[in-house]
């Protein structure tokens, strides 16, 4: 659905912020973009719905050049929710603000109306219309923000750091909803992070991004697989993965693969314990 093909971008003032990126995006999957702060992951996923222009290179829609396609078209199908909803959220109440980017695409009130319900249904603040926007905990802000974008019936949804400020139950509840769209009603999902440990829970394809550049891509199992790649990245492993390596190459602990979440891990110990259990039996 989209392609990065030899994308480069530099600020006015001479950063280097993208140096050559060559990604594609399948429609419905939900991808990843890892890298640690100044990494390039806001600078690239901007790009992505033309809110900045390549200095070089080019961003492909459906194999149309991002800048050829219409604006309305872009933005309707390529929706992006900010890292801080306040940036984002600026009507008064909850119901307005949804209502703007079906608004301007020039529907009928009506179809407007039946849209920002579905869209606030959808991310389960259905009650929420008529409250003010100023009223909103940080979480519910961050749910209207991505149901202003729902209510545009977008293909792809961009997040950037949409995690960020929320506390554990929060971040889980968020990630379940952002699951259930890409799952559910085959939203393909983009979401720019730094937080390793939510990738193999949620994501199906992960992107390395380091210095402007995309250093690896793959499957959680074969990029957090890559220990020392992760490290060049200056991003670490999650927390699981992390202590089956140190058993795997400090305590010689033989581990059939390198476990990613406590599921797994549950069950690559019970295999070693039933080996165990034979073993002292023979």
């Known amino acids: ?51 900045l222009k390549p200095t070089r290179g080019r961003v ?8 050829d396609v219409d604006d309305r078209e872009v933005f309707s199908r390529i929706g992006i929710v900010f890292q801080d ?36 249904r959808m991310v389960n603040m259905a009650e929420a219309g008529c409250k003010s926007i100023h009223a909103l905990s940080h979480g519910q802000k961050k749910r209207i923000s991505i149901a202003g974008i729902l209510a545009m019936r977008p293909q ?39 937080v390793v440990d939510l990738v193999p829970l949620f994501m199906s394809r992960i992107a390395i991004l380091s210095h402007g550049k995309v250093t690896r891509s793959g499957s959680p199992g074969e990029v957090f697989g890559d220990a020392a790649a992760m490290q060049q990245s200056k991003l670490s492993l999650p927390l699981v993965a992390e202590l089956m390596h140190i058993l795997k190459t400090r305590d010689h602990v033989r581990l059939q693969h390198i476990p990613l979440t406590v599921g797994e891990a549950r069950r690559e110990i019970l295999r070693l314990l039933s080996v165990k259990d034979v073993a002292e039996r023979v």
């Open 1 to 51: 659905m989209l392609k990065l093909d030899d994308l480069y971008y530099t600020y006015e003032d001479g950063t280097a912020a993208l140096c050559g990126i060559n990604l594609q995006i399948a429609a419905g999957e939900f991808l990843a973009i890892l890298g640690s702060n100044g990494s390039g992951k806001t600078t690239l996923i901007k790009h992505l719905n033309g809110l």
């Open 60 to 67: 492909l829609l459906d194999g149309t050049e991002l800048g």
């Open 85 to 120: 909803p306040n940036d984002q959220l600026f009507a008064p109440t909850v119901a307005e603000d949804v209502a703007f980017g079906p608004t301007n695409l020039g529907l009928a009130p009506a179809v407007v109306a039946e849209r920002v319900e579905e869209a606030l």
């Open 156 to 194: 792809v949804m961009i997040l950037d750091e949409p995690t960020a400020g929320l506390d554990p139950m929060g971040v889980h509840a968020l990630m379940h909803l952002l699951e259930d769209l890409n799952k559910s009603k085959g939203i393909t999902m983009i979401m720019a992070t730094h």
